[in-house]
């Protein structure tokens, strides 16, 4: 395990580059939220950044997370899923999960309202979309958004919140500016259309200072805080979560 202090001077590294990004443009580093991608990490790992005062944490695929979860019950983490969703996933996701920023079907927007339990709040709910056109990416096309915000807008027990996106992966900047840029207008149209929108999550590690200078409100840094990923198998993550002397 890494001390406690790499992973809490890498935290106040991207906080301290959020913060400059953000004065760079003209905005308040308060507006940003910082959002731990934590995928592959072991529960040590997240209770690390945790003691060093982060508590969004994101995590992309189900199985590990319900795997590593059990081990950090005592802590209060606000749980966001932004991997993609898979119908047949939908019911646990909302069972554990308190935001969920990957929604670009009207199908799955209608299993996890209809999964969401009574007794929890909203799910809150970003529509994903699709930014670049790469047919590897999910997402919804942009022409296509606006039909899906009207309808998950009414759905019960989820609370849009606003658009997510995954730009391409380049090193020209002025292309991912354009395209964090086109998921600003399209957030911003929507606003204007009426709808109460607050959350514009974009920006990850290699780009956050664009997405930030494009209006982003959430970030998704991974790597940059927690180390390189460790690619646990989910059982050897579920022993890890069993085990009752493991020093955290």
């Known amino acids: 395990m890494e001390p406690t202090t790499t992973v809490a001077s890498r935290l106040q590294a991207v906080k301290d580059r959020i913060a400059k990004a953000a004065q760079s443009a003209g905005r308040s580093p308060d507006e940003i939220t910082l959002l731990v991608a934590s995928k592959t990490q072991p529960p040590e790992r997240v209770r690390e950044a945790w003691q060093a005062g982060q508590t969004v944490f994101g995590e992309n695929y189900l199985q590990e997370a319900l795997a590593k979860m059990p081990a950090l019950t005592d802590l209060p983490i606000e749980w966001h899923f932004i991997g993609p969703i898979q119908s047949n996933k939908t019911k646990r996701i909302t069972e554990n999960f ?34 670049s056109g790469e047919a590897s990416k999910s997402g919804v096309a942009p022409e296509e958004l606006a039909q899906l915000a009207a309808h998950v807008v009414r759905l019960p027990r989820l609370k ?13 900047t002025a292309l991912q500016r354009s395209q964090f840029h086109m998921l600003w207008e399209l957030y911003d149209r929507l606003k204007k259309d009426g709808y109460e929108l607050d959350t514009l999550s974009m920006g990850m590690s290699e780009d956050m200072d664009i997405a930030i200078a494009e209006g982003a409100t959430t970030v998704r840094i991974g790597t940059a805080i927690l180390g390189p990923r460790r690619y646990l198998i989910p059982e050897e993550l579920a022993i890890q979560a069993a085990k009752k002397s493991v020093t955290l």
């Open 98 to 131: 308190v935001w969920v920023h990957g929604v670009d079907r009207i199908k799955i927007a209608d299993r996890l309202a209809k999964d969401r339990p009574a007794s929890l709040p909203p799910l809150q709910i970003c529509l994903q979309v699709n930014v």
């Open 160 to 172: 849009l919140r606003g658009l997510m996106a995954v730009p391409e992966l380049t090193t020209a």
